[in-house]
Structure formats: structure tokens, C-alpha cells
């Protein structure tokens, strides 16, 4: 029942095997069309399982605020955020109404993640 549940993805919150590659292949997809450089440093979840699917340098996005994100990115030179769904509590004003930061720039969303410029000032 527990294999059958994790791997199918039966209860409440559970993804199926394989959902966070597929929802990485998605997102790699949309960057190739926003043009963005292979070698631009992308802030993620998971960083193994992104360059795992996409070949691209990526950090973890850490956990507090928008003023902690953007200090990791200047800090670590990375240019993009994929921010998912499930992401740290101390950037839910950020996903829910990204265009209200002038320190970022919505490239693209599709309501369950978006991606992210960082603007450098």
C-alpha cells in the first residue's frame, strides 16, 4: 500500500513518481524560449533534481524573505528564480504578486511557478 501510494501518488498532497522531474522539464523548456544562457546560476528548490533534468548551474532558494533571496543572488551571482508552489513561507507575498517587486521582473508564470529576473540595481 505505502509503494503503491508513493509511486502512484494516492492520498492528499502526494505527487506521483517522477512529478518534480516532469514539472523540471517543463520549466527548462520555458527558459530555452525565454532565451535565457545555459550558463546563467538558477535559484531552485532542488538543485540536484533541476540539473539533473536541465544541465544548469543552480542554489537552493534559501529560507526567509525577498531581501534574503536577493542577497543570495547577488552573493552567488544567480540570475533566474523558478519559484514553485511550495516554497518558503517568507516568500509567499512574493509568489502570490510577483509584479509588486521592483527588484525582480516576471518573465513568465503559469500560476503554480513562475520565473524570475533578479534586477541587479
Known amino acids: 500500500y505505502l509503494v503503491v501510494g508513493r509511486v502512484l501518488g494516492w492520498g492528499a498532497g502526494s505527487q506521483p ?12 523548456d520555458q527558459l ?15 538543485p540536484p533534481g533541476f540539473y539533473l533534468v536541465s544541465q ?4 537552493v532558494i ?10 543570495v543572488a547577488r ?15 517568507g516568500l509567499q507575498e ?7 517587486y521592483s527588484q525582480v521582473a516576471l518573465l513568465w508564470s503559469d ?3 513562475h520565473i524570475l529576473r533578479i534586477i541587479n540595481e
Open 56 to 59: 544548469r548551474p543552480s542554489i
Open 75 to 89: 552573493r552567488y551571482g544567480a540570475q533566474i528564480v523558478l519559484l514553485e508552489a511550495n516554497h518558503p513561507q
Open 17 to 28: 513518481w517522477g512529478a518534480g522531474q516532469i514539472a523540471y522539464a517543463d520549466l527548462e
Open 32 to 46: 530555452h524560449r525565454l532565451a535565457i544562457p545555459a550558463e546563467a546560476i538558477i535559484l531552485v528548490n532542488n
Open 62 to 71: 534559501p529560507d526567509g524573505d525577498v531581501d534574503i533571496l536577493l542577497a
Open 111 to 113: 500560476g503554480e511557478s
Open 94 to 100: 512574493l509568489f502570490e504578486n510577483p509584479i509588486a
